[in-house]
């Protein structure tokens, strides 16, 4: 088997069997931590991988992602404190609720291209705010407070480990769908040229939604996960820009429009932001630095880190999925 | 009565939100650039006001040149960092936008980090104080910020409309190419536009710094109403963006005295959605890509 398969699969199962370390205290000691970490980047990859099919191929930049996160978070937080149930069953529910939402969202938006798109997204995330902010029947500022699970603290984190693990892969496996069908073939198209693409043959409004649908659905699923595992969804949390940025930023130092570009970006991204806080600490550095590293990413390396090394050619091939 | 009160009011301070909105329009119009780092610029200005007036007493509207001064060597050692290598382009690429995007995170992650996110706001004697033509009652914070917004943008007009150095800068603005065959350094005018951009933005930090309190993080609702109203005035377009400016806040103020303070800044951002929905490309502005 080559590299390309191998490396993947076996990271993969490794990934999968990581969690029971938890079993065995008394040889690894207690590694919470770690596992809060690595299903912290799952949930990132999951938002940049969404965020790459309407993003890298689509060429629609969104600074305003995190508002169909909050949309399924509140979703699922809503109905499970109304229904009684774990937010897990409800993950399809958020999912589709962002869907529909980004629906609506993408027939106006996707109207317009560059700045004014932009703009649009930013203003999205403020009217998110000022809604939720205010409205009663879910929280208002202080938002929904969801129980903890049952289970004992040491694999209090596994239900949102795997989750965010299968969801990762779903969305990973998209992801590389899109960039080798049709579909993303004509959004790729799009982003070059709208106009071109239309007289091509190419359906652009259909395919624009759909790929914004597409992208908004899996965040809205992260959102119910998200949710249950923060146990609050607040507007405050779920509605600030930085993480926006944070999904942008990683998007680009991976590299924009490639498969494996947000998964390496969201790793390198989360062990600097690690390196950061645990060197400096103060929250307000961090939004300095991030801010640094996406000028710098963008002035000096501005096809990311996979896009780089492919167009140098050395791209290791279990990397390079296209 | 009443009405009439908020309605000047609403003008007042919309005259302010155009004088933020002229640099970001101006800068947009000559460099293709959607400057994401503009309103960190204007809150820059505030705090140069701000300690000016704390420290040694100097009034925020005598100020004004100062702040201006500090934002416009900002604005140019920004330019000169970040933006050189992008200048050239013809067109607008995503990317520059989300420079921009990096630089204001950069300077609101240091402002935040030396100053803490507190609110402040500037008291001259003005500030507390009003004016009453017989039932109308004016602040006069608004009133004089409102004026000097007015008289800035009209001084802006005039530069544009009739210096030499105005008219390159239109020039640039209509065609890049052209401009460079009748001869126009398009490198000079862009940098000196966007340093312009930057002293506007100064300029109404100074004026801004005595009407809102204002805090670092304060940039990000700023950006989303200033983009308003720029892509409603049509990117581009300084006319477009006092206009727009004025009816909105306008707007904005009846519904902050009819219904609820709170749900005031939604105007800006609904406009901004009914706009995309009914003429992409902004009410006053022509096409551009």
Sequence with gaps: MDSRKSIPIITLIILIFFPLIQFFPSVFGDQNYVLHLMLYAFYYIVMTSSWNIIGGYGGFISVGHNAFLCIGAYIAGYYSIMWGVSPFYLILLAGIGAGIFGFFVGLITLRVKGPSFIISSIALIMILRIVFDRWELVGGASGITLP??????????????????????????????????????ALRAISHDEIRSAVAGINVKYIKVTAFVLSTFFIGCAGAIWADYLTYVRPNIFLIILIAANVVLMVILGGMGTVAGPIVGTIIFIAFNELILSYLGATELNLLFTGLLLVVTLLYFPNGIVGTLRNKGKLPRFLDWG | MFIIQTIILGLCLGFVYALMATGLTLIFGVMRIVNLAHPIFILVGAFVAYYLFVLYGIDPIIAIPL???????????????VFEKDAGAQTYSEMTVLLTFGTAMVLDGTLSYFFKNTQRITSPPYATDAIFLGELFLPTAQLYSGLISVGLIIALGLFLKFSKLGIAIRATSLSRVNAELVGIDVKFVCLFSFILGCALAGAAGSLVSFVFSFFPAKHWEWIAILMSLVVLGGMGSILGVVISAAILTVIASLVGAFIAPA?????????LFLMLLIKPHGMFGKYLE
């Design chain 2, 263 to 271: 749900w005031s800044t939604l105007v800006f951002f609904v406009a």
């Design chain 2, 67 to 81: 702040c201006a001064a500090v934002t416009a060597l900002l604005g140019a050692i920004t330019y000169k960092l």
């Design chain 1, 148 to 185: 903890y699970n049952s289970l004992s603290v040491e694999f209090s984190k596994f239900p949102h480990y795997y989750g965010f693990l299968i969801l990762a892969i779903i969305t990973i496996y998209m992801n590389w769908y899109v960039r080798h069908s049709k579909f993303g073939l």
